[in-house]
């Protein structure tokens, strides 16, 4: 099953909560914020000033996208398509006695960690794609920034949940984690 953007249908980022058609108000708000909603007609209410462009430039960025295909092949009951290639299989079905759909399954974005886990997963190498490996420091501070950012994220749809503007209540926890954050990876600047 494909995730999809509430508002128009598009696919949505790796985290699930960005839509990744950046025409959709909902690529700059969470999929739980009201203000995606903003100039819908079924917006019931006026846009306030929401974290989700903090949250959004905070969240790792996806760097690749992996599709799963369905390919559904039509061939005669004595060839055995077992161990054919891709290549195999539709050389005979353009040259060939056979016949081919294919349809696509799912299609997930990939952050940089997700997209070395599955080149490895290939045997692929990351570079490749133009995707350089992180060294265990700057890996290991990523990890903490994207759990900084999942419970960020938590704290903004529990807001949601209960009615409250996540802005007023979240505005000092998130100037913590970003204190946190940067000065963990020497960006703080000097007061």
């Known amino acids: 099953m ?5 508002r128009c249908g598009s696919a949505l980022d790796a985290k699930e909560t960005f839509c990744t058609d950046e025409t959709c108000p909902f ?11 903003y100039g819908h007609p079924e917006q019931q209410r006026p846009p306030y000033d929401c974290m989700c462009h903090a949250l959004k430039a905070a969240q790792p960025q996806d760097v690749l996208a992996k599709s799963v295909l369905t390919v559904e092949i039509l061939h005669p009951i004595d060839h055995n398509v077992d161990g054919l ?6 050389n005979e079905c353009m040259d060939g006695d056979w016949s081919m759909t294919s349809s696509v399954t799912s299609v ?4 940089k960690k997700q997209a070395i886990a599955e080149c490895a997963k290939q045997g692929s190498d990351p570079e490749f794609f133009g995707i350089e490996e992180e060294d265990e420091e700057e890996e290991e501070a990523q990890e903490k920034k994207d759990a900084a950012v999942i419970a960020l994220g ?8 209960a009615g409250v503007d996540p802005a007023d209540s979240l505005q000092e926890m ?17 007061e």
């Open 2 to 6: 494909i995730n999809a953007c509430k």
């Open 27 to 37: 690529s700059d708000h969470m999929q739980t914020c009201t203000n995606g909603w």
């Open 85 to 90: 290639s891709l290549e195999q299989v539709h």
């Open 108 to 111: 997930v974005h990939l952050t």
């Open 154 to 161: 938590e704290a903004m749809k529990n807001c949601f949940r």
């Open 174 to 190: 998130y100037k913590q984690i970003e204190d946190e954050i940067m000065g963990e990876m020497g960006l703080k600047e000097e």
